[in-house]
């Protein structure tokens, strides 16, 4: 059987293209979504066109009881889950100062405590099958951080620091764990940046140019495949961060 692969917060952006693009590729994908269920309806129909079948299924994976839900769907169809993708989150341009406790808690719900849940769900089973990977999809401001954006950036950063704790505890059970840290990419996300915000941006990158979701995808593929890496925040971002 093709390697099973749940990625979170498929129905948009970066996880469309990941999920579609894997589906092409043979694996056995499930897509989930939480409230875009029209695109992700649309995303399953774009793929049975072409004879490929994938599973979507509605989960708000930053909630315990929704993750058992949808690791228990994936279990008692396939088996097993060879791959988790942590893609789900959310961004948001506040000031510091109004950032209010309810944005910092669905920040964090959202973009952390979503990627923690599903780790620890999916974990256990891949322990017993003595293997797996998990890439979580962090950002380049989990390394640097943003102005106007603290709560993303430490959502992203505890992300990262998960990546690493998980990969020294889990490595001896041939589990990976790691991260790829985006940087500008032209999804709906971005949708607030306007001509001149990418212009400056652009400026800021060696290669000149904004990133699309296929740059991850390809890293995602390479490490979905690869047996020797774990424990990486791996910058996917045309060299904006370089360490």
């Known amino acids: 059987m093709s390697k099973v692969i749940i990625v979170t917060g498929a129905s948009r952006g970066i996880g469309r293209n990941i999920a579609y693009n894997l589906a092409v590729n043979g694996y056995n994908v499930i897509a989930n979504y939480n409230n875009s269920e ?38 008692d169809k396939y088996k097993k889950i060879d791959v988790l993708i942590n893609n789900a989150g959310i961004a948001q341009s506040k000031l510091f100062t109004d950032i209010t406790d309810e944005d910092f808690e669905k920040m964090m719900q959202t973009n952390l405590y979503s990627a923690f849940y599903m780790s620890q769900e999916v974990i256990r089973h891949m322990v017993r099958e003595h293997k797996g990977s998990i890439i979580n999809i962090s950002s380049m401001y989990g390394i640097t951080g ?27 059970t041939n589990i990976r764990v790691n991260s790829i840290a985006p940087g500008a990419i032209d999804t709906d996300m971005n949708n607030d940046l306007n001509e001149e915000d990418w212009k400056k941006i652009i400026e800021e990158t060696p290669l000149m140019k904004k990133g699309n979701p296929i740059d991850i995808t390809r890293c995602i593929k390479w490490l979905i495949e690869d047996e020797f890496t774990t424990g990486q925040v791996i910058s996917i971002d045309g060299g904006i961060v370089i360490r």
Not at 38 to 61: P, R, S, Y
């Open 38 to 75: 029209k695109d992700a309806q649309k995303l399953k129909d774009e793929l049975k066109m072409q004879g490929i079948e994938i599973d979507i299924f509605k989960a708000n994976v930053s909630k315990r009881n929704d993750v058992q839900k949808l690791v228990n769907f994936v279990i």
């Open 146 to 172: 943003a102005s106007c954006e603290v709560h993303y950036s430490i959502a992203k950063a505890g992300m990262d620091g998960m990546t690493k704790a998980l990969a020294k505890e889990y490595g001896p």
